[in-house]
């Protein structure tokens, strides 16, 4: 199983889960299982984890910023040259399905606009994401957890990561369903 986590999911971890993981089980098991390369961070990702919330993810999660681990557990992930593995499909829904049409014709964006945001959003960790999941998902499940919805699109341009993963047939869950994926593997416990 590869699990990829995004920014958002991270944060969560370290606001809501941690503070009342006293005996760092969740903590140790996280640190365990991303050492093992089943957990993987993008370097986009952890580029994004130093700068939210005045870097409280690396502050918690103290051994991503550890060169000892990770040189080791090979994080983060260099995703500078992933592609899509069938770029002719993916191009093709990345012009149609995975743009807010709504969106591009309120703010009345050129096709030359839109070949310059389309770049950078390829290059977003979100498309980062999707399109390492992609490579991964013909050898085993594939995970990308996010804490997102495909609801609502803040007015961007493009969808979020549920609706390309749905489109794209990926498993997109949250990181509570992620823990019960795990559930077996570790007991937490509150008194």
């Known amino acids: 199983m590869k699990v990829i986590i995004d920014t958002n999911s991270l944060l969560s971890l370290v606001r809501y889960y941690l503070p009342f993981d006293k005996d760092k089980i969740l903590y140790n098991f996280i640190k365990n299982k991303i050492q093992s390369g089943e957990i993987i961070i993008i370097d ?7 700068f939210i919330s005045k870097g409280i ?6 051994f991503l910023d550890d060169k000892d681990f990770k040189k080791a557990s090979k994080i983060p992930y260099n995703t500078e040259l992933t592609l899509a593995p069938n ?4 191009f093709h829904l990345l012009n149609s399905v995975f743009v807010n049409s709504v969106v591009k014709k309120a703010k009345n964006i050129t096709e030359v606009e839109f070949e310059t945001l ?17 490579n ?3 050898e085993e499940d594939v995970y990308i957890v996010t804490e997102e919805t495909s609801e609502s699109n803040d007015n ?3 969808v979020k990561i549920p609706a390309m993963c749905r489109e794209l047939g990926l498993k997109c869950i949250t990181l509570p369903a992620l823990i019960k994926l795990y559930q077996d593997d570790f007991e937490l416990h509150f008194k």
């Open 156 to 158: 961007k341009l493009f």
């Open 44 to 50: 986009k990702v952890h580029q994004q984890c130093s």
């Open 57 to 62: 993810i690396l502050k918690e999660l103290d």
């Open 136 to 138: 991964f998902n013909t």
């Open 87 to 90: 770029t002719k499909k993916f």
């Open 118 to 134: 389309k770049t950078s959003h390829l290059k977003d960790a979100d498309m980062k994401l999707v399109l390492l999941a992609l």
